[in-house]
């Protein structure tokens, strides 16, 4: 599709800047709107949205950035759901989740795909209430979930359905894993560091050694999301990971951040409303504590997002973000191989400890 992105302008933009308003992200007042004109204000909430979503923020309104846009437009209600292939993406479908599990009807890891569970689900919920069990959310099933959860109370049954499954456990060899290099270039380099460091070849030589310490000393299956140098979408990691049936993704990327004295490790893993991936957060944790013990550096915590990689991925991912690239001092660690070998260890460590079931601090 064609790129949109300040200066831009026309009934493409205006639709663009309609769906911002949606999302909340943009003033229906704004001028820009009126004058189909991709300013500075546009900019500025395509910015906002894009961070929010996990998608790089550069203020394009591309193919991943126009996508999401339409997931947010759609509410609970505003169109039929039901189960097809491709499966129904959005918000409305993420609501529907919520609600879901809220009542205590397991659909699955709320991350807005009408997939099988969430299927089971709208059929049970809709026996229970003496609805025709067609699986489809029409008028009556929406009303009925509005009705029941104005008098339930915020939750979510999905993390401890999840959890009663059982964490991991038994140990890590021969446990498949695959090792995701963010990035690649071209057309992707990632953060550049101030001397130009690039994002994209620090997390292949993070990759590298990370694939040989969990082979040679740990066992495990490897498989790598893509070849050094290739430039694949957050869509495709995810199909790959998919397709292969791995039992993890460790996917390596680094922080960056206008202050340049911002510095520190972070981890994300996927958590969504009322929902939190209990093996996310596990394995998150397990990470930061390694991290920070072995690196030195500051714990900028374990986070719960929804970026598209931890979304689209039916199996547990885990985003680690070592140290701040476009912090001098950590640029300077960045390029020395004795520090990447460091980050190598720590989180193959934190895999260790997560197959075998070993609690993280986090949990008590």
Known sequence: MKLFKKGSSGREVKDIQNRLVTAGFLDRGCEEIAEEIFGPLTDSAVRAFQQQRGLIADGIVGPATWRSLVEASRTLGSRF?????????????????????????????????????????????????????????GTKTVEALLRLSRVTRPSSVASIRESEKGLPSGGIPGRRIMVDAGHGFPPDPGQVGPSGLKESEVAERVAENLTRILLEQHQAVVIPSRRPGEGI??????????????????????????????????????????????YGYRLANHLQDELVERLGVPDCRAHG????????????VVIVEPAFITNPEEEELLADDSFIERIAAAIAEAARKYFEGTRSRAEG
């Open 233 to 278: 979408s957050e869509e495709e990691r995810a199909s790959r990971a998919n397709e292969q049936e791995v039992e993890l993704v460790l996917s390596i990327h680094l922080n960056a951040s206008q202050d340049p004295k911002a510095r520190g490790s972070s981890s994300f893993y996927f958590a969504r409303g009322n929902y939190r991936s209990p």
């Open 305 to 316: 997002t929804a970026f598209p990689l931890l979304r689209e991925t039916r199996m547990p």
């Open 81 to 137: 759901l039901y189960r097809r292939e491709p499966p129904f993406r959005g918000d409305d479908v993420a609501e529907l989740q919520v609600r879901l599990n809220a009542l205590g009807f397991y659909s699955g890891k709320e991350d807005g795909i009408f997939g099988g569970d969430t299927t089971l689900a709208v059929e049970q919920f809709q026996r229970n209430l003496g609805l025709p069990p067609d699986v489809i959310v």
